[in-house]
């Protein structure tokens, strides 16, 4: 059964699961912010001592302004946003957020950048990167499978539909290998609408043979799951970590879009490793 956590979370006050009144010029004051550590807490995580670094990568694909004379501009948007924040942002706020700039006229895609990375930034606490490039500039996406091993097609049995990090443990026998595992299964739901989130989720690590068939279920696991992207992708990471002891992890989620922007959150032990540039072809 899923059902919403009763204790707080940080997002009883944001705009999801309620009408909202569209704006269509520069509204910054719709961005909302959630402080992570209300939910990092429950991982038994202290702000200053993460055990991981990362980023929220957000690709954004309606976003449009006018220019000075009035004609409208179209473009794709990326925001970095850094794990090491205080804070996220609600999804639905920064779309109408976004949407807020379909009637602003701009001198230029460079002014709609900077006051992109202003604000998210002082949302989220820290320096988020920002690019922003009109599709007359014929932006390209790349939509691929990670180089690895699909956990997919193993024959398992599982009727577990919230999180079991007992799922999760090493091989009894092998030495240490470097490899990457990947499941398209990770389904868990909005932590405020319940509504579902789909994804890819990828567990790139250097140690002992991690069990396939005990890490799928524990993807499969995430399904009645209620929570944020970020914070599953961080509830994933500490599990692995924890059960497993490698030597490095690096775990990222490749979240399919919802109105019109798609999440995809990246942790990892060290600063070195790095996800995949590819999209999951669902997105």
Not at 261 to 280: K, S
Request: net charge neutral.
């Amino acid at each position: 059964m899923n059902t919403i956590p009763d204790r707080p979370h940080g997002a009883e006050a944001s705009p999801l699961g309620r009408a909202v009144a569209y704006r269509d010029t520069y509204a910054p004051e719709l961005l909302f912010p959630i402080d992570r550590q209300l939910k990092r807490a429950e991982l038994g995580l202290q702000a200053g001592a993460l055990p991981f670094v990362g980023e929220d990568l957000w690709n954004a694909y309606e976003l449009s302004w006018l220019d000075p004379r009035g004609k409208p501009v179209v473009a794709l948007g990326r925001f970095r946003v850094p794990a090491s924040t205080p804070r996220l942002v609600e999804s639905k706020s920064l779309k109408l957020y976004l949407n807020s700039f379909n009637q602003q006229r701009f001198a230029s895609a460079d002014g709609v950048r900077d006051a992109i990375a202003r604000d998210l930034s002082a949302a989220a606490g820290g320096t988020v990167a920002v690019d922003v490039v009109p599709l007359a500039l014929r932006p390209q996406r790349l939509a691929a499978y990670p180089e690895g091993v699909c956990l997919d097609t193993l024959d398992i049995d599982i009727d577990t539909y919230q999180p079991e990090p007992a799922f999760l443990r090493v091989a009894d026998d092998g030495g240490e290998v470097g490899e990457t595992l990947y499941s398209h299964l990770l389904k868990s739901n909005c932590l405020v609408t319940g509504q579902p989130d789909w994804g890819m989720l990828v567990v790139r690590y250097r140690g002992r043979p991690i069990d396939r068939a005990g890490l799928l279920r524990y993807i499969v696991s995430f399904r009645g799951h209620n929570e944020f992207h970020e914070q599953c992708v961080e509830r994933v990471f500490c599990d692995i970590l924890a059960r497993c002891r490698l030597a490095e992890l690096a775990v990222w989620a490749r979240y399919t879009r919802r109105g019109g922007l798609d999440i995809n959150p990246f942790r990892a032990t060290h600063a070195g490793l790095r996800a995949g540039e590819e999209m999951e072809v669902r997105q």
